[in-house]
């Protein structure tokens, strides 16, 4: 029987602050029919929750996915050290909201009851409280996503690959060439040295010579003279000869063929691309003739000229870095190597730092692509969403600036990274504190991520904290940023990434005591902040603490695209408090919109103050 109907045994939860009760009655005993059965019951995340299960059979048990995780002394383990729960009448608490950890974020998960010997199974679904189980997906797959990506441009920016040349060359050509150039100095260090002094043996033969050319004997000359006294002119002499095909060698001879065949692959491109921009000119320059144009190159025209002089410069290292290479093969040990491909690598390809320099070389040649690895702590099993909302929103946040504003991060988080594109990149996780700098032009902007702000003026730094607040309340935003014009500081805008709807955050009641306590926080982030180093000369230190470093606070918060909806922004001039709309799975436009008003904003704020103290 697939669905028993009368079960041997009792499983319900008990949800929400009501303890409303959701019970379990449909099991399978055959487990493979589970996945293709949708889940009898749906349960909201970050609620309370709890599960009752009864049973008249003292040996019955019940095994539920996260069970691992609860303190509850009442988990047990069975003989394979899987947790379980006994029955009782009494419900097992699986989650309150003052708990710290949360072991249920959505998705399935699988129930398996124990009764009399027999196995019955099932599952149970967590879904999103705020946002649809597709946004969910997204956001958590798109937080994965925007790292790696991130990770690979600063790659591509370590190693100074213009995007034209990415999108014309065979991606497999561009990245050898990359990883040969950002190896090559090491490279011709020890080949260099290699061409003069690389590793041999010294291999005796016996040859037959005339007597009067034999240098020395040894006991295979005596034996052989006394097996062949016919032989009376010549003897079995030993001839010492230098050995040069040693199996690191053979691995340099390979090495050395395998760069000439790659770095010819990339010349060809480099070649075949560049008369295609060659003949895109040429037409232009056409065009622009018989229009007669005759006020200056037009854009089109002097992005194929840029183009053109990035592949002569490419292709120039490229036969540059050729030539070296041809250099090591006129050497007199090198035609004596057999071309062969090596059965296994040896010790001195790894102890000898010459031959190790072209291994590590050919290695990285040979690796698909740049790994990126993400730090364990990325792992967004058991992750509430709240807090994923909140890592996916900062993240957004660093996007917006680079991608949307045409920032350049210049250090910080991942952008510390001196890692090129033949090494393992490894990217932190984002810990409180995170502090990323980014430029443009004469504007710097820090982001920083959950950091505490200090509540005396002595205790802020204007590089890292340039703010305080006093009452050391409500002194911990989820992001904030701070604006730098000339490096004088602008002001500051403060973030919060608010996983509930609007209306349960935001309500500006002029009672305080009437407000929800995020709309307290998010108020007091504009009212009580202050700065001693805020506009750094253009005002004096006396007029500075009367004025308020954060220009605007922001209330991000997302939206359940199953539902309609309102305005994505809207502004309480009151409070100076922004919410935001921000959704996994739609256009979020809107975002990078605002954030280059509020930038402007800040700086006008800025320019301001310094012409009305000029």
């Known amino acids: 029987m697939d669905i028993p109907s009368n079960l041997p045994f009792t499983v319900r939860f008990l949800a929400g602050r009501d303890g409303q009760s959701k019970p379990v009655n449909a099991f399978f005993t055959d487990e493979s029919r589970l996945d293709n059965y949708p889940s009898p019951v749906q349960l909201r995340e970050n609620s309370r929750l709890e599960v009752q299960f009864i049973a008249d059979d003292d040996e019955a048990r019940f095994y539920m996915d996260g069970l691992e995780l609860l303190a509850d002394k009442s988990v047990e383990l069975d003989h394979t050290g899987t947790p379980y729960l006994e029955p009782s009448s009494r419900p097992y608490v699986l989650y309150t909201p003052s708990d710290e950890y949360y072991p249920y974020i959505p998705g399935f998960y699988r129930i398996k009851v124990v009764v009399q010997g027999q196995s019955y199974v099932t599952s149970i679904q967590i879904v999103p409280s705020r946002i649809s189980v597709q946004q969910w997906e997204i956001m958590r797959d798109e937080l994965e996503v925007e790292v790696r990506g991130l990770a690979q441009a600063i790659v591509r920016k370590n190693l100074s690959v213009g995007d034209s040349l990415e999108q014309y060359i065979p991606a497999e050509h561009l990245h050898r060439f990359l990883v040969i150039r950002q190896h090559f100095p090491t490279v011709m260090a020890a080949l260099a040295d290699l061409v003069e002094m690389v590793n041999y043996r010294i291999r005796t033969e016996y040859r037959l010579l005339p007597v009067e050319r034999v240098k020395a004997i040894d006991e295979v000359t005596i034996r052989?003279?006394?097996?062949?006294?016919?032989?009376?002119?010549?003897?079995?002499?030993?001839?010492?000869?230098?050995?040069?095909?040693?199996?690191?060698n053979q691995w340099i001879a390979?090495?050395?063929?395998?760069?000439?065949?790659?770095?010819?692959?990339?010349?060809?491109?480099?070649?075949?691309?560049?008369?295609?921009?060659?003949?895109?000119?040429?037409?232009?320059?056409?065009?622009?003739?018989?229009?007669?144009?005759?006020?200056?190159?037009?854009?089109?025209?002097?992005?194929?000229?840029?183009?053109?002089?990035?592949?002569?410069?490419?292709?120039?290292?490229?036969?540059?870095m050729l030539h070296s290479v041809q250099l090591v093969t006129r050497s007199t040990w090198y035609e004596s190597v057999r071309q062969t491909r090596p059965s296994y690598v040896p010790h001195v390809l790894l102890?000898?730092?010459?031959?190790?320099?072209?291994?590590?070389m050919y290695r990285d040649l040979h690796a698909d692509n740049v790994q990126v690895k993400l730090d364990p702590a990325f792992a967004y099993q058991w992750k509430r969403t709240d807090l994923l909302y909140e890592l996916w929103g900062f993240l957004k946040l660093c996007t917006a600036f680079s991608d949307g504003l045409s920032f350049v991060p210049k250090r910080g988080w991942i952008y510390d990274s001196a890692q090129t594109a033949s090494e393992e990149l490894f990217v932190p996780v984002l810990m409180p504190d995170t502090f990323i700098v980014l430029e443009k032009e004469e504007v710097r902007v820090h982001l920083v991520y959950n950091a505490t702000l200090p509540s005396r003026a002595s205790q802020t730094n204007l590089e890292v904290t340039p703010m305080h607040m006093p009452g050391g309340f409500h002194n911990r935003p989820d992001a904030r940023i701070d604006v730098f014009h000339r490096n004088v500081y602008c002001g500051s805008v403060m973030m919060d990434f608010k996983y509930r709807h609007k209306s349960w955050f935001w309500n500006p009641n002029p009672r305080p005591a009437k407000r929800p306590p995020a709309t307290n926080q998010l108020i007091s982030y504009s009212n009580d902040s202050k700065s001693s180093w805020l506009l750094g000369g253009y005002l004096p230190p006396s007029l500075r603490e009367q004025m308020r470093p954060v220009i605007e606070v922001w209330g991000v918060y997302p939206r359940?695209?199953?539902?309609?909806?309102?305005?994505d922004v809207e502004y309480d001039n009151t409070h100076n408090v922004r919410l935001v709309n921000l959704s996994p799975g739609v256009d979020n436009e809107h975002f990078i919109a605002e954030l280059a008003h509020v930038l402007d904003k800040v700086l006008d704020f800025a320019a301001k103050a310094r012409n009305s103290n000029a």
Do not use: C, W
């Open 224 to 248: 052989h003279r006394l097996t062949h006294p016919d032989y009376v002119d010549t003897l079995k002499a030993p001839v010492r000869d230098v050995d040069y095909n040693l199996p690191e």
């Open 254 to 320: 390979r090495i050395v063929s395998t760069v000439r065949t790659y770095l010819d692959d990339v010349i060809r491109s480099l070649d075949s691309y560049r008369d295609y921009i060659q003949s895109e000119l040429n037409e232009q320059l056409l065009f622009a003739e018989d229009r007669r144009q005759t006020s200056g190159e037009s854009a089109v025209i002097r992005g194929h000229r840029m183009v053109l002089r990035e592949l002569d410069l490419f292709a120039e290292h490229a036969r540059k």
């Open 351 to 360: 102890q000898d730092p010459r031959y190790r320099a072209l291994y590590r």
């Open 560 to 567: 359940n695209t199953d539902y309609p909806t309102k305005d």
